[in-house]
């Protein structure tokens, strides 16, 4: 029941008020039935469902709960329920503009903190004093305790009341204060997307937005306008009132539009703003209507209960029994019209319905054909490019004047441009079907060698990822018949290049191909993780990809299954899948085919290494660099490093560039990792490993290893993509993990891996001082963890402030300096000032990965760095890159991600 209420709690925290409703009231339904209603545990539950009822806007409702919630808990002392419920209290009053009943309460709730000692009520009552303040009160007054809220609230953890407080200082601090506001903004969308607030974070994005408005950076005021509608619409989504955000929103993209001097747009936007805030007056108003409506209604059912009571009276009077008659032939007249209005109202709803719908839909019709046509043309534009990077690559190749490693980099470069122009073509295809632009090639096959030769082409593949493949062609070796060879082939290869992807070892895959008469059918079947009934349906949507829960992230583009089923329909076919989670999948093909006498063009095989580079199958290309960790470990001094990528092609690059100084183990996914790491004699020295890969996905193999007592203390780096969201990689933590965003350098990769193999020396080293017994203790346990998250946090709010002083801190931390210099070394490897420096540097270099806008020297001034110049040295020490690089290379990641 704990575990429910700690639920419902969280729920409040999100603005999950309808789950937290149920929840607290199913509670309450099994405390009542054991007669447990009146317990300490009882009120607390009924105090969340009180929180629910006023963060639902059920006003009256939640004032009578509070009121109960008050005596009782009074009656049992329990004055932590008791100061909550005034705050709450507070809160409701305000809202209705109850001023002195409002500061009654609160000053009901601060005389039980100060009494108490309820520390851990305060900061919520200073965000409610701040506000109180800056409705009714004075404004220094609120931003005190909007300060008091956030200098407190990290230390209990309340995340909420830490984004609020962020809120608060946005709106008390003056506008002109704009580097300030900002950074709150800042951390404030960041918190409230921990929480998966989203009306908060639109809130946030939104005066963010207006923020670059007043600094007249319009392009990045439009990109935060956008982020602003997607958080307010999933806010709308998740039951929400967020309407009335994007109506603004979209008049403030309006006013930036003029400034840039797009009146058009300008003028849309505008448009689009006051329909938006006139649909909301309208739906305000019909509410009404239908509330005077119902009251007309309720005074017209009274009216007639009235009558038949006067009716009644009349029973026995003549002159009575016409009135009856009257007055029943007026209620039935007036019941028919109210009812032929209703119907009528209700059918003009639903035309509006219908006629919005159909709006929507070709909207969505003619965004998609944007998108597609989008895409095609882009990529037309790669092609010459990367023309121009194969030939010449090749020619070079071709001159054999390299060393080994040269070489060895050439041919990626070559292997990875292909695969592009492969990626490449498939979208132009795509695009060339749907415009019915692809024509059929036709000519006359011998079925049987056609299928084994190519279904041949991935035995070696098989081989080496240790799966059971096999093949049935049950064809007559002299059938012959009219093929698109080529079409043909790309449609086994997409479906058994995605097998072989999503096939663990010692998996199974089978293909049949069969011929029903006049129809040609292949079946590929695997025992892979199979797909989510969900994601069933769309498979073969262009650009889709399953994201069900649960599932890791493999990659890939999502072009593969549109294009086999495009070319199936080419060729009058079918095609379906059936899978089942867990079990695996089974895709059926088959089309008509006419049967011919002669073949006319022999057949040309593929080698196997294109297939690997045509379908990016990871496969060993040669690893040259890659050793067995057991049996170099003892001679070879060197750190091991294990290399978790999926990408044969930049596992190689990887390996190669770090074989000069460290032994390199690779793995193809986190669960081969997993088990590379569960067979090492030693352990690892770090860990480097990319996100997104079939079987084990990144972000699981990070959780595994990080609860994991032989693995825990194990630096990881992991590799991320410019759109992945940097914070479902909160298990990281400074000066032990770290991330690198693809595409990286070879210094880049080099002065990570350096610097935290260095911190992972000197922790190791005040272990064995801490512990000279040598017992096998982890470096980092579960309260050292905890520690450590309350560490980073208190430090992350306090960077720009003075309070960043060893003595200040070791203050705050109660515990001597000495103590906490050991403390910090043991966990993280680095002295205090390091680890200040290591935190200043990382949010400055998030501020630019998001596409901050900031000059270098704002930036420094921002991590609490006096002298740029010192900013920038210890920057490129860290990352291996100046901050200045990453001005210039990182695009705007906020807008690409939020779109
Ligand atoms: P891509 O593999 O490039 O993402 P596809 O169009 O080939 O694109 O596949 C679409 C999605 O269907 C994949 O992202 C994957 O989630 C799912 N899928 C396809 N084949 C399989 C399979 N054999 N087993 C499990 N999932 C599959």
Redesign the pocket.
């Given at each position: 029941m704990e575990q429910e209420l700690a639920r419902a709690g969280s729920c409040l925290v999100s603005f999950k008020n309808d789950s937290a409703i149920v929840i607290t009231g199913n509670l309450l339904g099994v405390l009542k039935a054991r007669g447990q209603s009146g317990t300490p545990f009882g009120i607390r539950v009924q105090l969340a469902e009180a929180e629910a009822f006023e963060q639902d806007q059920r006003s009256s409702l939640a004032m009578q709960k509070l009121l109960l919630v008050k005596q009782r808990s009074q009656g049992k002392h329990l004055w932590n329920i008791h100061a909550r419920a005034c705050l709450v209290m507070a809160l409701l009053y305000e809202k209705v503009g109850r001023k002195e009943s409002s500061r009654e309460q609160l000053e009901l709730a601060k005389a039980d903190i100060d009494r108490y000692k309820l520390d851990a009520q305060y900061p919520y009552f200073a965000i409610r004093r701040s506000s109180w303040e800056r409705i009714y009160g004075d404004k220094k007054t609120a931003l005190f305790f909007a300060r008091e809220a956030l200098r407190t609230a990290p230390t209990y953890h309340l995340l909420l009341e830490e984004a609020i407080s962020h809120m608060l200082l946005n709106r008390l601090l003056p506008a002109s204060a704009l580097n300030e506001r900002m950074q709150h903004c800042i951390a404030g969308v960041g918190l409230y997307r921990q929480l998966g607030d989203y009306v908060g974070c639109s809130s946030m994005f939104y005066a963010i937005s207006q923020i670059y408005y007043q600094r007249k950076n319009f392009r990045q005021a439009l990109a935060y306008s956008d982020s602003t509608i997607v958080a307010a619409n999933q806010a709308i989504a998740d039951g929400n009132e967020k309407e009335k955000t994007i109506g603004y929103t979209y008049r403030l993209r309006g006013k930036i539009y003029e400034q840039l001097g797009l009146l058009d747009s300008a003028l849309v936007n505008v448009e689009k703003g006051y329909s938006v805030e006139l649909a909301l007056l309208e739906k305000g108003v019909s509410d009404k209507v239908i509330e005077i409506d119902a009251r007309y209604q309720n005074k017209y059912k009274q009216k007639l209960i009235e009558e038949q009571e006067l009716a009644l009276r009349l029973k026995n009077n003549q002159l009575g029994f016409s009135v009856i008659i009257g007055l029943l032939i007026l209620a039935l007249a007036v019941g028919l019209y109210a009812g032929f209005r209703r119907q009528r109202k209700a059918r003009q709803k639903l035309v509006a319905q219908n006629i919005l719908i159909q709006n929507q839909a070709t909207q969505l019709e003619n965004l998609d054909a944007a998108k597609s046509r989008f895409f095609a043309n882009v990529s037309h534009e790669l092609r010459t490019p990367l023309t121009l990077i194969v030939g010449p690559v090749n020619t070079l190749l071709k001159g054999n004047q390299f060393s080994e490693k040269q070489t060895l980099l050439l041919k990626t470069v070559s292997r990875s441009a292909r695969q592009l122009e492969l990626t490449v073509k498939d979208i132009l295809d795509l695009r060339k079907l749907e415009v019915g632009k692809m024509p059929l090639n036709k000519e006359p096959t011998a079925l049987e060698s056609f299928f084994r030769l190519h279904l041949d082409q991935f035995q070696s593949l098989a081989q080496w990822k240790q799966i059971h493949y096999s093949s049935d062609v049950q064809l007559a070796p002299e059938l012959m018949a009219d093929l698109d060879r080529e079409k043909c082939r790309q449609v086994l290869y997409?479906l058994l290049s995605?097998?072989f992807?999503?096939t663990p070892a010692i998996g199974k895959i089978e293909v049949t191909v069969k011929r029903h008469g006049n129809r040609l059918s292949f079946q590929v079947a695997?025992t892979?993780?199979?797909?989510h009934p969900d994601?069933l349906p769309h498979?073969f949507d262009r650009f889709?990809?399953?994201s069900q829960n649960g599932?890791s992230s493999?990659?890939?583009?999502?072009?593969?299954?549109?294009i086999c089923y495009e070319y199936t329909q080419l060729m009058n076919g079918d095609i379906r899948v059936e899978?089942k989670p867990g079990e695996g999948?089974v895709?059926y093909v088959s089309w008509p085919i006419t049967l011919t006498e002669k073949e006319n063009t022999p057949l040309t095989p593929l080698h196997i290494p294109e297939v690997v580079e045509l379908y990016d199958i990871a496969m060993p290309v040669g690893q040259p660099m890659s050793g067995n960790a057991s049996a170099e470990a003892t001679s070879n001094p060197r750190p091991t490093i294990l290399v978790v990528e999926d990408n044969a092609g930049l596992r190689e690059y990887i390996c190669l560039i770090l074989s000069d100084n460290y032994q390199v183990i690779t793995a193809e996914n986190g669960a081969v990792a997993l088990q590379k790491t569960a067979s090492a004699h030693t352990p690892f020295d770090l860990i480097l490993s990319d996100l997104m890969m079939p079987v084990m996905d990144g972000y699981q193999l990070l959780e595994t290893l990080k609860s994991g007592d032989a693995t825990r203390h194990t630096p990881v780096i992991m590799l991320t993509a410019r759109a992945e969201p940097a914070d479902r990689l909160h298990a990281l933590r400074i000066g032990v993990d770290d991330y690198l965003t693809k595409p990286f350098d070879e210094d880049e990769l080099l002065v990570r891996i350096a610097n935290l193999l260095k911190n992972q020396s000197v922790r190791r080293q005040e272990v064995l001082v801490d512990n000279k017994e040598g017992d096998a203790r982890p470096l980092l346990s579960e309260t050292d963890q905890e520690w450590l998250e309350a560490f980073e946090r208190y430090v992350r709010v306090n960077l720009a402030s003075d309070l960043l002083t060893v003595p200040a801190l070791s203050e705050t931390f109660a515990m001597s300096e000495s103590t906490l210099l050991r403390q910090l070394k043991r966990l993280t490897g680095l002295s205090p000032v390091q680890y200040l420096q290591e935190i200043r540097l990382n949010h400055a270099r998030s501020l630019l990965e998001n596409g901050t806008d900031v000059s270098i020297n704002m930036l420094a001034s921002q991590v609490g760095y006096k002298d740029v110049r010192s900013f920038s040295r210890s920057f490129k020490n860290r990352f291996g890159k100046s901050p200045g690089d990453f001005l210039y290379t990182t695009p705007n990641l906020q807008s690409k991600n939020t779109k």
């Open positions: 997409n995605n097998a992807k999503f695997d892979g993780p199979g797909i994601d498979v889709f990809q399953a599932r493999a990659g890939g583009t999502g072009i593969g299954l549109a899978s999948s895709f």
